[in-house]
């Protein structure tokens, strides 16, 4: 059984920046994607890295704003958080995918492990 452990969530006003973490042991075997789920809303995609750290995906608001990488070396994943708005308010999930090493769009149904998250306020 994977555990994943994020940290990094925290409040910040509109423009700033933050970084997520997500660590694990053996999580260097593993895809990884980052979701998010706002208060009232289903849990989304956001962006996702594949076991290598060779490539990325991101959903298209966070495109050019978020950088998902990894530090295999440290069994840890990042979320690069730039330039945040207040609808990126969410609670923050990371997820690791046993089954396929691409990056690319994924279902939250189709990931085998999950942290329990951390929540990122963006006051406006």
């Known amino acids: 059984q994977v555990q994943l452990v994020e940290s990094g969530g925290g409040l910040v006003q509109a423009g700033e920046s933050l970084r997520l973490s997500c660590a694990a042991s053996g999580l260097s075997r593993y895809a990884m994607a980052w979701f998010r789920q706002a208060q009232g809303k289903e849990r989304e995609f956001v962006a996702s890295i594949s076991s290598n750290g060779g490539s990325t995906y991101y959903e298209d608001s966070v495109k050019g704003r978020f950088t998902i990488s990894r530090d295999n070396a440290k069994n840890t994943v990042y979320l690069q958080m730039n330039s945040l708005k207040a609808e990126d308010t969410a609670v923050y999930y990371c997820?690791?995918?046993?089954?396929?090493?691409?990056?690319?769009?994924?279902?939250?149904?189709?990931?085998?492990?999950w942290g329990k998250g951390t929540l990122v306020t963006v006051s406006s």
């Open positions: 997820a690791a995918d046993n089954q396929y090493g691409s990056s690319g769009y994924r279902l939250s149904s189709s990931m085998n492990y």
